[in-house]
């Protein structure tokens, strides 16, 4: 049997293989945030012809069905099909968005003043060919050339001994030595005869709850080739780290949830090498940001303490290791740089984003705040930082909304409801594309304006006598932000309601930590956005929300998702990484978690903008218009 793409590229498939599964072998990626369990609903495909097993429809709408669309992961060939992968169901590359993206980037790495120093080094020698008078060993011979190249000394672990004879003398004893500073020493990651300096690679990677991000970064000029994503599979084993640490717990689950990221992190890896046709061994070294758990699950290591009072993790600063020690399908001796983590709920990713603000060069009060699955917030200046977590939810980043999705192209990603046709007027991420979903920044736009509108009320409840496009849907009331030929994209009731709880906990977060060290939202110097969607998110719609605190537009800085973008400067700089290091051992966290206040503030929140609406002075003054 055979899957026959539109391509007319044919892909075998064995009885009992689901379509997911028989596309992945192939290299050909789909997105699916549950794994293939069926609940996620965004691994649809369209079935031309051939006879198909399909276990699962419920994610599917009649209209759907009728067009011949099928879940992937829930359809089984009985013969050969023909099939087509809609646009919003391709795990794809971003290849024009990194082209912009590259030169923004290292102009960052070049304000740092930090020198360019990625974690590996190629270094080519030549050795003297052996002889009856020069009779020392190979590996002497290799030490006795980088020793007078005044490149140090050299540590060769014992695995690089296999094969030496054969690598020294395969290019007329030419050899290129990949190294990493290892103390006071370098240390042998890769050799290689002849000389391989030509094409070096990075990969930095954003290991989020409920994404995951990869940047191929050019290691011999900085430049950043592309980026891939996808959502984190082990959504599937629970939407927050919480649910995720219970089910390791009951389960015993840990090598399970270890496999799901490795899976991702190599599906990605695999999409980028093929797309740019890198061989594997090019591949010099891996950077990863993630928060506490998605790190300790990364690296195989028990997160269960994290959420067991009193909160210790197994470890906050992480040895170098390797990618065959994880599983990574790269060269097995490719070294893994972990950013550190602060607490059980402020992890690599913070530090990341906080040396990618540069806050903790500021001498000026400044406020940090990444909205992510998990509401993580920085304050301070050059002087101290403290920090704090809270539980946003996944909503702002697709999962859990009916037709969210990330903030890629075909995202819904700002709208505006007419004032009087009350129609709403969107913009789509991407030239020429027809709209797929909704991602955060739309969906904030789309309450704050429902709000101001009079479509939605207070409580987040939407008003059936206020506009033709409320009607009833599979879960309660819903409103249709965009009706189309296919499929419309609504917003349910239940969606709002997450949206609502995602913005009362930041609020409260951002509220509650200014309180404990004594100070206002009058006294913040800078506010610094972080998050996948913080470019395109609209700062008054989101303090008509109640999201974030009315203060002035010009305090506001959006820097998008700083985890990867901390991660892609320390892939290029040893300076940089140790002022990350730095940086995770100044930050004090505070729980907040345990404060009835933050509780209260919390609760008051779930309220558009807030029950206190005098602490939202310029909602206040747009309402009496």
Not at 263 to 271: A, G, K, P, T
Request: charged share 25%; with cysteine.
């Amino acid at each position: 049997m055979k899957i026959i793409l539109p391509s007319e590229k044919s892909i075998p498939v064995e009885p009992g293989v689901s379509v997911f599964q028989a596309l992945k072998k192939e290299g050909v990626h789909l997105t699916s945030s549950c794994g293939g369990k069926g609940t996620c609903g965004k691994c649809k495909i369209i079935v031309k012809s051939g006879p198909v097993d399909t276990r699962s429809t419920t994610k599917l709408t009649k209209g759907e069905i009728k067009k011949g669309a099928v879940l992937a992961c829930q359809s089984f060939p009985r013969g050969d099909i023909q099939i087509e992968i809609p646009k919003e169901s391709e795990l794809i590359v971003e290849g024009k968005i990194a082209t912009g993206k590259s030169k923004d980037l290292q102009e960052l790495l070049h304000s740092t003043g930090a020198k360019r120093e990625p974690l590996t080094r190629r270094i080519v020698l030549q050795l003297p060919p052996p002889s009856l008078n020069d009779n020392i060993s190979d590996l002497e011979r290799l030490k006795r050339e980088f020793v007078t190249k005044g490149l140090g000394c050299l540590r060769v672990p014992f695995r690089f001994l296999i094969n030496l004879a054969g690598i020294v003398r395969k290019k007329d004893w030419e050899i290129t030595l990949s190294t990493i500073n290892a103390g006071d020493c370098c240390e042998i990651t890769n050799i290689s005869p002849g000389n391989r300096t030509s094409a070096r690679y990075g990969i930095a990677i954003d290991i989020g709850t409920t994404t995951v991000v990869a940047y191929l970064i050019d290691l011999n000029d900085g430049t950043l080739v592309d980026i891939a994503s996808t959502y984190n599979s082990q959504i599937q084993f629970g939407d927050d780290v919480i649910t995720r640490i219970i089910y390791v717990e009951e389960h015993n689950a840990l090598k399970s949830l270890h496999r799901t990221i490795i899976v991702d992190i190599n599906d990605l890896i695999s999409l980028l090498r093929k797309t740019h046709t890198i061989n594997i061994d090019s591949i010099d070294s891996l950077v990863t940001a993630g928060n506490p758990t998605m790190t300790h699950i990364f690296l195989g290591l028990d997160p269960a303490s994290i959420r067991q009072e009193p909160y210790i993790p197994t470890a906050n600063s992480f040895p170098v290791s390797h990618a065959g020690e994880l599983g990574i399908k790269t060269n097995p001796n490719t070294p893994v740089y972990t950013f550190p983590c602060v607490s059980s709920y402020v992890g690599g990713d913070i530090v990341s984003g906080v040396l990618a603000s540069r806050l903790h060069k500021s001498q000026d009060l400044c406020l940090f705040m990444d909205v992510g699955t998990n509401g993580e917030i920085v304050l301070g200046n050059s002087e101290w930082l403290v920090t704090a977590a809270c539980s946003a939810g996944p909503c702002f980043e697709g999962s859990g909304i009916r037709h969210g999705m990330r903030a890629t192209e075909g995202a819904i990603e700002d709208v505006r409801i007419n004032r009087k046709t009350l129609e709403p007027e969107i913009e789509i991420i991407g030239e020429g594309v027809k709209p797929l979903g909704i991602c955060g920044s739309g969906m904030i736009d789309a309450v704050a304006e429902m709000f101001i509108t009079g479509i939605l009320d207070q409580k987040g409840k939407l008003q059936k006598s206020a506009s033709d496009r409320i009607r009833d849907g599979d879960n309660g009331p819903e409103f249709v932000v965009y009706s189309g030929d296919n499929r419309d994209i609504v917003l349910t009731e239940p969606d709002i309601e997450n949206i609502i709880r995602a913005k009362a906990a930041i609020y409260a977060g951002l509220s509650m930590l200014l309180k404990e060290m004594g100070y206002t939202f009058a006294d913040v110097h800078r506010m610094f956005i972080a998050g996948g969607f913080g470019k395109f998110l609209d700062v008054e719609k989101a303090v008509i929300l109640g999201m974030l605190p009315d203060i002035p537009k010009k305090k506001f800085t959006y820097l998008g998702n700083t985890s990867i973008i901390g991660a892609y400067l320390c892939t290029l700089s040893q300076n940089l990484r140790e002022e990350a290091e730095e940086i995770a051992g100044k930050m004090t966290y505070i729980e907040l978690s345990v404060s009835r206040s933050f509780m209260d503030e919390y609760v008051s929140g779930l309220f558009i903008p807030h029950t206190n609406i005098d602490a939202f002075p310029g909602v206040k003054k747009l309402l009496k218009k």
